[in-house]
């Protein structure tokens, strides 16, 4: 049932979202045979419209499981009369695919079943879903690191958490990159070029960045998946005229505006993509649709903050919570720290800097995608790739003088693979003796049997580590004994046996999600660690800080120099008990709580 319970709503939800998406593409673009079918569209846009319903539940204060099931049985009525009615075809080819991407996906995606351990996911995500699945209404909570933010893709974990748990809610992300490999191969058989598609989708799964976010409660993925539905259609109407395609692009930009604040780079770049197909009156229009659908979160935020992109652009707006010193550090932290020199000579290098990690450390891209970013100007020359290849051009040099911070260039990932399996199909097609000879059905049956040995035989194996060495839970049991081996979580989790009413915590800063009680301490925000270490000097005055954050537990973090040594103000104090220790640091509790 460990298992079992998760799979099985992701599966519930992944055909309730196909079939309410099919419904609707089937009323907005019935005369459209290409978005009118298929996995991906409907998929996407039945996330999208799932997403607009959750917002609105938690708003009502009406989100609770009867009310999601509402969606879910309608998307799943929908989602049967639709396969009788228009079952998708299904060749053999198709079946030895699937059987390939599913050997490719497993021994990742089986890494979901290990507890969360990625910061963000921990920081902010995971604890905002929670919050809202518990308390079935859309929130505040300060101490959080971004309290107010676009939270599209999170209002699906919060789902997860209604109706299974952190299982169900971070394999939500994972199904964006299912999803993502499905579109780019039905965008290859849409152009009559399968090949082509599944090249596509390879090089997009062979990124280990990908690999490592997608079982993670992060909405990188998400994002992307979202950005690539608002490509899609526009890719589609180059080859058929429909005046509907500029409909469902909007829509699913909206859903993308609505899941990050970097989903508004795009209103202006897919703006321009739909004036080149439709002219400037459908541009505005398209335009003003996906502000529309984006709307909600940023209308909250100016409700509650009276900033529609807090904490950003509060010299604008007026400040809430975060200082002045607070947004400066954290443009510092965005704009400055990751990566290397934001110069013209290291992004003349940026296919090399990409491979040898300059830009990340722990996820790299491909070889294939590092050095294919070479031959991106190339596709600028291709008049049916010319704005596909503007697009991602233009993001990766507005990624690579800002943030730097991989992940945030993965809505490029997608359409970067694209232009590289068109290049590398092309390669083959030149190669004509080669294509005449892979054509025969033998032959074809051979490389897959090949293919086929090796990648089963490298998922047994990776597969056959992750169990040997105990790396995923198989039942509540070894769940918890994973989680034990994080220093972080041992701590936290005497706070919540002693049953705090709350914690301040100077360090620590992926630690939110374990706890059940209020815990509050940040580099940025209403409670400011760096401050609070330098400025206090007394236990008293300690003291006096916590009671009124209503706080009676202290977790101090040896691993930063500047915590580790603030220990000495409370370490031999009688106003402080110490609870427990390990090597990442200590947890005290007020003397007199």
């Known amino acids: 049932m460990f298992f079992l319970e998760p799979l099985f709503w992701l599966f519930f939800c992944v055909l309730a979202f196909w079939g309410a998406g099919a419904v609707v593409l089937a009323v907005v673009c019935k005369e459209s045979s290409h978005l009118n079918s298929g996995l991906f569209m409907p998929y996407a846009i039945g996330t999208g419209l799932f997403i607009l319903y959750t917002f609105f539940l938690l708003v009502a204060g009406l989100f609770l499981q009867f009310t999601v099931y509402i969606f879910l ?9 639709r396969w009788r009615k228009h079952r998708p075809a299904f060749t053999l080819w198709d079946g030895m695919l699937l059987v390939l991407l599913v050997l490719f996906f497993i021994p990742s995606f089986i890494l979901v079943f290990k507890p969360e351990h ?93 690999l490592y976010l997608m079982v993670s409660a992060y909405i990188d993925l998400g994002l992307a998946m979202f950005v690539f539905a608002t490509a899609y259609p526009l890719l589609i109407a180059s080859r058929e005229k429909d005046n509907t395609h500029w409909l469902v692009s909007g829509f699913m930009l909206g859903i993308a505006v609505g899941s990050k604040y970097l989903g508004l780079l795009f209103l202006p770049l897919f703006g321009l993509w739909v004036g080149l197909i439709y002219g400037a009156k459908r541009s505005f229009q398209f335009i003003s649709l996906a502000v529309l659908i984006g709307s909600p979160w940023y209308l909250r935020n100016i409700w509650v903050a009276g900033n ?56 790299p891209v491909s070889t294939v995608m590092g050095l294919g970013v070479i031959f ?5 020359l291709i008049k049916q790739y010319r704005i596909l290849a503007a697009l991602v051009i233009f993001n990766l040099c507005f990624w690579f003088f800002t943030s730097q911070i991989l992940r945030y260039v993965l809505p490029m990932f997608p359409f970067i693979s694209m232009l590289l399996a068109v290049a590398f199909k092309q390669l083959l097609t030149w190669l004509q003796l080669f294509i005449t000879w892979f054509k025969q059905k033998s032959i074809i049956a051979i490389c897959f049997l090949v293919l086929f040995l090796w990648m089963a035989g490298d998922a047994f194996e990776t597969m056959r580590k992750i169990f040997k060495y105990n790396k995923i839970a198989h039942d509540e049991n070894s769940w918890q004994q994973l ?49 609070i270490a330098r400025a206090i000097k007394t236990d008293e005055k300690l003291v006096q800080v916590m009671k009124q954050q209503n706080a009676d537990h202290l977790l101090i973090d040896f691993s930063i120099s500047l915590f580790k040594r603030f220990d000495a103000v409370v370490n031999n104090s009688p106003k402080f008990q110490l609870l427990f220790e390990n090597s990442k640091g200590r947890l005290y509790q007020l003397s007199d709580r």
């Open 73 to 81: 049985l309608f998307g799943l009525g929908a989602a049967i009369t």
């Open 118 to 210: 990625l910061a963000d996911a921990l920081s902010y995500h995971l604890p905002y879903a929670r919050l809202w699945a518990t308390e079935h209404h859309l929130l505040v909570n300060e101490y959080l690191r971004y309290p107010l933010n676009a939270l599209n893709y999170d209002l699906l974990f919060a789902v997860g958490f209604l109706l299974e748990g952190e299982l169900l809610a971070r394999m939500f992300h994972s199904m964006a990159v299912v999803a993502i490999v499905v579109g780019l191969y039905e965008w290859g058989q849409r152009f009559k070029q399968p090949v082509t598609g599944l090249i596509a989708g390879l090089i997009f799964l062979s990124n280990e960045i990908v």
């Open 308 to 363: 529609p992109v807090h904490p950003f652009l509060q010299d604008w707006f007026g400040y809430w919570l975060w200082t002045p010193d607070d947004i400066s550090r954290q443009k510092s932290d965005l704009l400055v720290r990751h990566g290397v020199d934001r110069n013209f000579f290291n992004l003349l290098k940026l296919p090399f800097q990409l491979l040898r990690q300059s830009l990340e450390i722990n996820s």
């Open 376 to 380: 991106l100007p190339c596709f600028l």
């Open 483 to 531: 989680l034990q081996q994080n220093e972080d979580y041992q701590l936290v989790n005497e706070a919540n046996q002693n049953r705090a009413q709350g914690t301040l915590k100077l360090g620590f800063m992926y630690a939110n999600y374990f706890a059940n009680h209020p815990i509050m301490g940040d580099w940025f925000g209403v409670v400011n660690m760096a401050q």
